[in-house]
């Protein structure tokens, strides 16, 4: 029977539910059991695919082609699985799937309300991701703070879980914030206790408690919260801030996190800490302070560092390969903020996928410089698409630009395909998910993938016009990958160039702390090279 293990947040968002979830998750997968997650975004949105990356960060692709929350990415890279897109779920999922019913009479005319339609809809969709892999454990955590309107059908979905289920298979964890306050210089449980209480006042007692904080609390403020929030000392956890988020499993092992949830649901797990040694190497590759290899991420979102969180990540994954450490550097795409000092101080340039032409011109300045001085550069998605573009710039195609950008172009070198013309929602993009690409022989992709066929993910509308295939083939422009009728270009490389490689598809959600993904790895490894003959 799958057990279940709901994480809630309080005092402030952006706590760290999802590492901590994805951190549980780890340390129950490296005991052998089948883990899956689920990540609850009480947003009415349908999903994340339409929000603004200031507003929630990048948006995660799941293999099966669903636009998710980027917790998702962080359950994938901690879990080393692949998430079905229905692991996400939201109110506007939620409110759809139960209105489409009504429509159709499924509830035989009764009046639809909160309880116990919408409450219901919510344990439906929470046991069917149960039920696709047929895991023995899946994580539940709730977005937002305990206290939020938009969460309440929710916490109550959760409190008739955990009755209909029973008490051993579901185990609700609380994680707050322990501030402390520099003046008066201690910390403070006040916070943590109000935040339980209003947990508790929705009819949900927590099993276990994990305080975040700046700093290692001691046992006598573990023992006061435990007295106060009515929950046993072995259960209440600390995480002090870390160096890595992939040293969160380690802490929380210390804290004996495995034990309690194995005594705690009757798991009868073999609970030796030295289940994460393997993981503990990876974090060790990951510290690592030297040499140095300094990347450079060209956006127009780097105000918020967590729109480009996965490609992060799998930097830092090629960097461990490597046995270098990865400064990830972000420099604004907006054509005043580049010149030859910002982009000279970089060992290798990254240019990420994203919509819309503000700050298209100086990712171009980036290509054409890296061009100019041999400097190893990626680009994904949009950033292939800058890449051709400039190119073709270079090679006489005055003007060159993709229709995304003007309806009038005289070089369309990247154009949107014809059957996503008709499609009229935002929404609807129609290239999500999993695709193969076949590789061309005596391409650095083929070398770096060693396959004939790889399988990626994708997320975007506009692709490489084949009406300039020829022409800029003939100009030196390498096709490497392709779609396997051969009709969609996928990679394109440059001739004469250390690194040069630019993909339609993201390969930064295949990426995994424990599985570098091998484009990463060769490109931190031409950026070492570079860095060593600057």
């Known amino acids: 029977m799958t057990k279940f293990i709901i994480i809630t947040g309080g005092v402030v968002s952006s706590i760290g539910k999802g590492i901590?979830?994805?951190?549980?998750?780890?340390?129950?997968?490296?005991?052998?059991?089948?883990?899956?997650?689920?990540?609850?975004?009480?947003?009415?949105?349908?999903?994340?695919?339409?929000?603004?990356?200031?507003?929630?960060?990048?948006?995660?692709?799941?293999?099966?082609?669903?636009e998710t929350d980027l917790d998702l990415g962080h359950y994938e890279r901690f879990l080393d699985v692949e998430l079905p897109g229905i692991s996400n779920i939201t109110t506007g999922k939620v409110y759809k799937s139960v209105i489409e019913k009504e429509r159709k009479g499924d509830f035989l005319g009764a009046c639809v309300q909160i309880i116990p339609h919408i409450t219901d809809e919510i344990k439906e969709m929470i046991r069917k991701?149960?039920?696709?892999?047929?895991?023995?454990?899946?994580?539940?955590?709730?977005?937002?703070t305990v206290g939020d309107i938009e969460s309440q059908p929710f916490l109550e979905a959760l409190r008739q879980l955990r009755n209909e289920e029973g008490h051993d298979n579901v185990l609700f964890v609380h994680v707050t914030h322990i501030p402390y306050l520099k003046a008066a210089g201690e910390f403070k449980t006040k916070p943590t206790q109000h935040s339980t209480k209003e947990l508790r006042s929705t009819g949900v007692n927590p099993?276990?408690?994990?305080?975040?904080?700046?700093?290692?609390?001691?046992?006598?403020?573990?023992?006061?919260?435990?007295?106060?929030?009515?929950?046993?000392?072995?259960?209440?956890?600390?995480?002090p801030d870390a160096s890595s988020i992939y040293e969160v499993p380690i802490?929380?092992?210390?804290?004996?996190?495995?034990?309690?949830?194995?005594?705690?649901?009757?798991?009868?797990?073999d609970t030796d800490p030295s289940k994460l040694d393997a993981?503990?190497?990876?974090?060790?590759?990951?510290?690592?302070?030297?040499?140095?290899?300094?990347?450079?991420?060209?956006?127009?979102?780097?105000?918020?560092?967590?729109?480009?969180?996965?490609?992060?990540?799998a930097l830092l994954h090629g960097g461990g390969e490597n046995e270098v450490k990865v400064d990830v550097v972000f420099v604004n795409s907006d054509v005043d903020s580049l010149n030859k000092e910002v982009l000279s101080d970089l060992?290798?340039?990254?240019?990420?996928?994203?919509?819309?032409?503000?700050?298209?011109?100086?990712?171009?300045?980036?290509?054409?410089?890296?061009?100019?001085?041999n400097v190893p550069i990626f680009g994904i998605c949009l950033g292939m698409h800058s890449m051709v573009i400039q190119f073709a710039r270079r090679v006489g195609l005055i003007g060159a630009n993709s229709s995304e950008f003007s309806d009038d172009l005289e070089y369309p070198v990247i154009d949107m395909m014809e059957e996503q013309k008709r499609v009229k929602n935002i929404g609807g993009s129609m290239r999500l998910g999993s695709y193969d690409c076949k590789l061309v022989d005596e391409t650095?992709?083929?070398?770096?993938y060693n396959q004939d066929l790889i399988k990626e993910r994708h997320r975007h509308r506009y692709e490489f016009n084949n009406d300039f295939k020829e022409q800029l083939v003939e100009s030196g422009l390498i096709l490497s990958g392709f779609s396997p009728d051969d009709f969609l270009v996928e990679?394109?490389?440059?001739?004469?160039?250390?690194?040069?490689?630019?993909?339609?598809?993201?390969?930064?959600?295949?990426?995994r702390p424990n599985n570098a993904h091998p484009l990463f790895v060769s490109f931190i490894k031409a950026s070492y090279e570079h860095s060593k003959n600057k």
Not at 38 to 57: A, E, F, R, V
Not at 129 to 144: N, P, Q, S
């Open 491 to 511: 990679i394109v490389e440059l001739k004469d160039h250390p690194w040069f490689l630019g993909c339609q598809f993201h390969p930064e959600f295949n990426s």
């Open 347 to 373: 060992d290798g340039i990254l240019i990420p996928g994203g919509f819309g032409e503000r700050g298209i011109e100086g990712k171009l300045e980036a290509v054409d410089y890296a061009i100019e001085n």
């Open 207 to 239: 099993d276990m408690i994990v305080c975040r904080s700046e700093k290692p609390i001691d046992n006598n403020m573990k023992k006061k919260i435990a007295h106060f929030c009515d929950v046993p000392l072995d259960a209440i956890i600390n995480t």
């Open 444 to 448: 650095m992709a083929k070398s770096i």
């Open 20 to 66: 901590t979830s994805a951190s549980i998750g780890r340390i129950l997968r490296s005991h052998g059991l089948k883990v899956g997650a689920i990540k609850i975004d009480p947003y009415l949105n349908w999903d994340s695919g339409t929000l603004n990356p200031y507003q929630h960060g990048e948006v995660f692709v799941t293999y099966d082609g669903m």
């Open 251 to 269: 802490l929380m092992d210390k804290e004996r996190v495995g034990e309690y949830i194995n005594n705690r649901l009757k798991l009868n797990l």
């Open 129 to 144: 991701t149960a039920k696709i892999e047929d895991f023995d454990v899946v994580l539940v955590e709730l977005g937002g």
């Open 279 to 313: 993981w503990g190497k990876i974090v060790k590759s990951l510290k690592k302070q030297d040499p140095l290899v300094k990347i450079g991420i060209i956006g127009k979102y780097i105000e918020l560092e967590d729109a480009y969180i996965s490609i992060k990540e």
